[in-house]
């Protein structure tokens, strides 16, 4: 059973970092494309970093600059650097994958972990 498991969540002040981690049991992690994804309640879902196999990332333009995506294939980890947080990042982070060969839609998702920034 395929299991991605996020950590790293907390409370911070505005200004602050964190970093999250996705453990995947993913057999074909090193060629999946990773992804965090965010979601206030009430909005849709919001792709916020992802990292494909050649380690080609891409990012929203809100966080653009202060966060950074990173894969660890040894580890089956995925991380999500976030400095300089600001209120509005505050809301549940989720890990996602998928294979690029079998399909174009995250596949797989974490339980979530919740970050909270204070003012």
């Known amino acids: 059973q395929v299991q991605l498991v996020e950590s790293g969540g907390g409370l911070v002040q505005a200004g602050g970092s964190l970093r999250l981690s996705c453990a995947a049991s993913l057999r074909t992690f090193s060629r999946d494309t990773m992804a965090w994804f965010r979601q206030v309640p009430g909005k849709e879902r919001e792709l916020v970093a992802s990292i494909m196999s050649s380690r080609f990332t891409n990012y929203a333009d809100p966080v653009k600059g202060r966060f950074t995506i990173s894969r660890d294939n040894a580890k089956n980890t995925v991380y999500l650097q976030m400095n300089s947080l600001k209120p509005e990042d505050t809301t549940v982070y989720y890990c996602?994958?998928?294979?690029?060969?079998?399909?174009?839609?995250?596949?797989?998702w974490g339980q979530g972990t919740q970050v909270t920034v204070s003012s």
């Open positions: 996602a994958a998928r294979d690029p060969v079998l399909s174009t839609e995250y596949t797989y």
